[in-house]
């Protein structure tokens, strides 16, 4: 069946990276957009980014600008982000989620089951 | 950014009553080959979020027919005709008109 499949839950400290790995299965991985959307303990989403793995296009939320990167091995049909200089506000469950081509259906169809990224010294 | 609004942010329902969820998006969502960029979503407990509703008003595959969307421009509205157990969680609706995308504040729903 169709899913994204996250890597496990990462414990990091103050001023480290992260890298997340997202990968698809039950479909052609580059024919569908992958976003990356973050949601603290208790708190609403958060969209961080977008990339099309088939050009490897990227786009990113401002208030991640120079910190997040969004890359794939289409091989393997995995996207990662990694998020570096890593705060305690960083804490959060890490989604991916997918996006379909063109205008048919414009939204986050499939989702990863998350992975909590904890920040702390 | 387009800034999203939902009211209310919290909503306690009986069994088998209808439930309705408000979403005010800062700039209109009409796209300009005519569809609307609106997304409805539902964050069950302890769950990722699922694709209820696109395009303002589309149900997606195997949403149950009770909900439904309605909406144009900025004003948007989910409904559940009778809400079951099951749909308790947080809602949360996102526009997909342009970059970033931005998502409502989100409104949890429980039942009395």
């Known amino acids: 069946q169709v899913q994204l499949v996250q890597s496990g839950a990462e414990v990091k400290k103050p001023g480290a990276s992260v890298k997340v790995s997202c990968k698809a299965s039950g479909y052609t991985f580059t024919s569908y957009d992958i976003n990356w959307v973050r949601q603290a303990t208790g708190q609403g989403l958060e969209w961080m980014g977008w990339m099309n793995p088939n050009s490897g296009n990227t786009g990113y939320a401002q208030k991640f600008q120079g910190r997040v990167t969004i890359t794939r091995n289409t091989s393997i049909s995995t996207a990662y982000m990694e998020l570096s200089s890593l705060r305690s506000e960083d804490t959060a469950v890490y989604y991916c989620a997918r996006d379909p081509p063109g205008r048919d259906l414009d939204a986050f169809d499939i989702w990863g089951q998350g992975t909590m990224v904890t920040v702390s010294s | ?112």
């Open chain 2, 1 to 112: 950014d387009i800034l999203m609004t939902q009211t209310p942010l919290s909503l306690s329902v009986t069994p088998g009553q209808p439930a309705s969820i408000s979403c005010k998006s800062g700039q209109s969502l009409l796209h300009s080959d005519g569809k609307t960029s609106l997304n409805w979503y539902l964050q069950k407990p302890g769950q990722s979020p699922q694709l209820l509703i696109y395009d303002a008003s589309n149900r997606f595959s195997g949403v149950p027919d009770r909900f439904s969307g309605s909406g144009s421009g900025t004003d948007f509205t989910l409904k559940i005709s009778r809400v079951e157990a099951e749909d308790v969680g947080v809602y949360y609706c996102m526009q997909s008109i342009q970059l970033p995308r931005t998502f409502g504040q989100g409104t949890k729903v429980d039942i009395k």
